[in-house]
Every structure is written in C-alpha cells, then in structure tokens.
C-alpha cells in the first residue's frame, strides 16, 4: 500500500524568476512550501550567482519537464575581464590577472564569431553535474579534479550588447547543457587576459516569455493578500512545454484505448512522431505515431487530481 503524499495535489508550471544569492533547490523548496504540493520540480539549475527564468514542475507536469531541460536558452551574462577565476565567476578565487586589450565593438564582434555555432565544451568541476553520485562542485571543493569529457553545444547568437575598459555584457542562446561561465572564461582565455562572471541572467527557456516570471516575493505577497486559488492562477498548463508538438483531436472511443496503454489507429497518416493527445480540449498526454499511422502512448497523465 502507497503512502499518501503529504500536501495539496497542485498541477502545472510556474515560471520563477529566482533571486541572486540563493541555488535552484532552495528555490523550489521555498516555492513547492508556499504552495504546499504535493510534488514539484525545476528544470535545469541555475547557479546561486545567476537570477532568472527558472520554471518549477508541480505534479503531473513534472512528466514532461525533461522537454524544458533539453530546450534552448537565453542568457545575459556581464563578465570582468583581466581576471580568471576557479570558478569562472565572481564567487571564486582569482588564479591569473593579465592586462586588458581596448577593442572597438565592430572588432570585438568579429572575434565573437568563433564562438557561434557548433563548439566543444569541457564542463567545469565547480558544475552540478554528478561523478559516480556526487556533484562535481562538490568534490571541487575537497581539491578533487575529474577528467571531464568535452560535449558539443551549439551557440545560436551571442550578441555584443556592450564592452567597456574592464566590463563585457553580452546576450547568447545556446543549446541545453551550455555552461555559460565556461562560455566567458573561454573567451577571456582566448583573448590573452582571463576573464569571469560578474552577473548572468536567464532571460528563456524554449519559448516561454521573460514578462510571465514572477518572483519569490511577489508570489508570497499575492498569496498573502488573497488565498490558494490567487497563486494558482499563475501557473501554466500541463501542456506548455510542449507547444511545439501537434495535437491530435481524439474520440472518447479511442482515448479509451489510448488511457489503457493501448496503440490506436488513426486515419489521418500525415502525421509522424510525437504529438499532444487532447480530449474535449483537455491533454491527456503524448503519443507517438508510427510509420503505419499507429499512436502509441507514451506519457499519459492522471487526470483523477
């Protein structure tokens, strides 16, 4: 027999705009407490140092939060050049200084260019990532170094928004799995002179708007002034991180089959992959559908909340 979840059984995603100074999991257990759920999660970390979009997964949504984890992202990041650190941002300690260059903006985009595109990426020890369960940051701290294997990334755009003396602001979108802070201490490598994260920001995840975040304290200061029904207006449907995805339209007769983990046939074969699978408007869940027009399910939600 399965013991009863503490808490409310909350559904859907909230768009955090977390705080600088505090990690991601603190952030979700201040927001999953306010709300009182039952289940919640985020969707990829971001580090203390860094604010921003930061979407949180109550319930049955949390299905479908790996679809936020691979999505891309965008970033404003202010960085001090002449000073590499451990770290590679602010909270670290200086491990090289090196005299600053004075480049025009047209000149300093140009040397950008071998940052866009397809690159390889060496993840830093002081990264949530895990060796053999622990997070590298972790053994980072205890002087332990772990070969790390370089992954591809790809950068979409890094814009120069600003280079000034000491201080580069830039904007970037990059794939999943992109550490920004190696991004900048790489370019202060190749520029001679070091450089580290003084302030980042996530402005996105996937399409999901910068003006829908909400802060921490904004969302206590709704709660307080009104009741649950004030604070679960602000979350998003089940389905917004899968907006990309087709939706297929089905009849009761075959979400019947389809909610007992049964394939269906679909008379339509224009369709192929992944697609929403919707019931009187409402998701039930995602299907895949093959190449003889067969709808398997794949990630079907409980909708007895």
Avoid: W
């Avoid at 979407?55 to 691979?70: A, V």
């Avoid at 590679?88 to 480049?103: C, L, N, Q």
């Avoid at 866009?116 to 701290?141: D, E, I």
């Avoid at 007992?260 to 039930?284: M, P, W, Y």
């Amino acid at each position: 027999m399965s013991r009863k979840r503490k808490g409310r059984p909350v559904n859907g995603i909230l768009l955090l705009d977390k705080a600088s100074g505090i990690s991601s999991n603190k952030a979700l257990q201040q927001v999953k407490h306010l709300y009182q759920a039952q289940k919640a999660g985020h969707t990829g970390s971001l580090d203390p140092l860094a604010s921003g979009m930061l979407p949180i997964c109550f319930g049955e949504s949390t299905k479908f939060s790996h679809y936020l984890l691979e999505a891309d992202k965008h970033y404003q990041v202010v960085a001090k050049l002449g000073a590499r650190t451990d770290t590679a941002d602010a909270e670290g300690e200086i491990i090289k200084t090196a005299p600053v260059k004075s480049y025009t903006a047209s000149e300093f985009d140009e040397f950008l260019n071998s940052f866009r595109g397809q690159l390889q990426q060496v993840p830093s020890m002081f990264s949530a990532l895990k060796h053999q369960g622990q997070p590298l940051y972790k053994l980072a701290r205890q002087g332990i170094e772990i070969e790390r294997k370089a992954r591809t990334i790809h950068i979409y755009s890094i814009q120069l928004l600003d280079i000034t003396d000491d201080r580069l602001e830039l904007q970037v979108h990059c794939s999943k799995g992109t550490y920004i802070r190696n991004l900048i201490d790489d370019i202060g490598e190749a520029l001679g002179c070091g450089a580290h994260v003084t302030v980042l920001r996530r402005l996105k995840v996937d399409q999901y708007p910068a003006d829908q975040m909400i802060s921490f304290a904004k969302l206590q200061e709704i709660y307080e002034q009104g009741d649950f029904q004030a604070i679960d207006k602000l979350l998003l449907p089940l389905d917004s991180a899968i907006q990309s995805l087709p939706i297929v339209v089905l009849s009761e007769a075959l979400a019947f089959y389809i909610k007992r983990g049964q394939a269906i046939q679909l008379s339509d074969g224009s369709l192929k992959g992944l697609v929403r699978l919707t019931l009187h408007n409402e998701f039930i869940g995602i299907g895949e559908i093959d190449e003889y027009g067969k709808v398997l399910p794949r990630r079907l939600i409980n909708n007895n909340f």
